[in-house]
């Protein structure tokens, strides 16, 4: 695997990962705004990046093989 692979999957974790947050910060608002006391939202707020980036973690096992 060369530099330049090595480098496009580094960005691709980063950026999933950071889609990640997001979708937990959200579930996170979501969950506040339902009334949710605030344990309760981090909690669902941490499952969903939990998730979400397992369902990356996957689709980049994909791309890798792919690439390789």
Do not use: E, Q
Not at 20 to 34: I, N, P
Request: no cysteine.
């Amino acid at each position: 695997m060369s530099t330049h692979n090595l480098m496009v999957l580094l960005l691709a974790v980063t950026a999933l990962g950071a889609v990640s947050g997001v979708l937990g910060l959200l579930s996170y608002g979501v969950a506040r705004a339902v009334g949710s006391p605030a344990t309760v939202a981090i909690a669902w707020g941490g499952m969903v990046f939990l998730g979400a980036m397992t369902l990356f973690i996957a689709l980049l096992n994909m791309l890798v093989t792919a690439v390789v």
